[in-house]
């Protein structure tokens, strides 16, 4: 089966502050992407999404930006806090179908 | 909003039966499912593609004799692991989706809809 990377790097944030995940994406013909956050021992769950025909998105706290010419995607999460604890993936897909692959995968922990 | 819904959502089996897993729509028909597999600490891995009344489409490495995929009517997929070993064990996630392509119509991805996982051990 396909999967974009195998590793889960952690990022650690003080409770409050910004966030910042990012993502290299594999397939430049991929024209739509998506972030999901994955809770321990659930399902993925959507946060946001963005067509490639844009370079930002915003969301309620959450901001996508993708960055085309070097295939990178990143999710800004404003204020973090506790609850946003989790595994983030981005996912990227061809907006003529609804197949999505999975990138690696990025663990926000929050410090008090 | 939609629900997806996966039955068992634990099973411990033994090595070399067969398990089968379930994925219902609970609101919405669901013309296409996907199976993902997650081992610990690791991404999703996109396994198979559903249409219902079709044949899946396996992905490339996923071996279609070993993960039988059922599709038989719109609201239940159903993954079938079959000789499970305990390579096998893992956690088994289902999406299933209306649209052929999440951006029709102006929808987005969020019209991808996952349900909680089935975590699979195999002793």
């Known amino acids: 089966g396909e999967s974009v990377g195998l590793h889960l790097p952690t990022l650690s944030v003080q409770e409050g502050d910004n966030s910042i995940i990012n993502c290299a994406y594999s397939?430049?013909?991929?024209?739509?992407f998506i972030w999901y956050k994955q809770e321990s021992g659930k399902g993925p769950q959507f946060i946001i999404d963005?067509?490639?025909?844009?370079d930002k998105r915003q969301g309620q706290r959450v901001t996508v930006l993708l960055n085309k010419t070097v295939k990178h995607l990143s999710l800004q999460i404003a204020a973090t806090q506790p609850g946003d604890s989790a595994v983030y993936f981005c996912?990227?897909?061809?907006?003529?179908?609804?197949?999505?692959?999975f990138g690696s995968g990025t663990r926000l922990s929050i410090r008090p | 909003g939609a629900v997806v819904s996966q039955h068992p959502s634990w099973v411990i089996c033994k090595s070399g039966t067969s398990v089968k897993i379930e994925c219902r729509s609970l609101?919405?028909?669901?013309?296409?499912m996907f199976w993902y597999r997650q081992f610990p600490k690791q991404s999703l891995m996109l396994m198979a593609t559903?249409?219902?009344?079709?044949?899946?489409?396996?992905e490339q490495g996923v071996e279609k004799d070993k993960f039988l995929i059922n599709h038989a009517s719109l609201t239940l997929s159903t993954l079938t692991v079959t000789s499970a070993h305990p390579e096998d064990s893992s956690f088994y996630i289902c999406?299933?989706?209306?649209?052929?392509?999440?951006?029709?119509?102006?929808?987005?991805?969020?019209?991808?809809?996952f349900g909680e996982g089935s975590r699979l051990t195999v002793l």
């Open positions: 999406s299933a989706t209306d649209t052929l392509g999440v951006w029709t119509s102006g929808r987005g991805a969020g019209e991808l809809f």
């Open positions: 397939n430049s013909a991929s024209d739509y």
């Open positions: 963005i067509r490639s025909n844009m």
């Open positions: 996912a990227e897909g061809l907006s003529s179908a609804s197949k999505i692959i």
């Open positions: 609101d919405f028909q669901a013309t296409t």
């Open positions: 559903s249409n219902e009344g079709s044949k899946a489409t396996y």
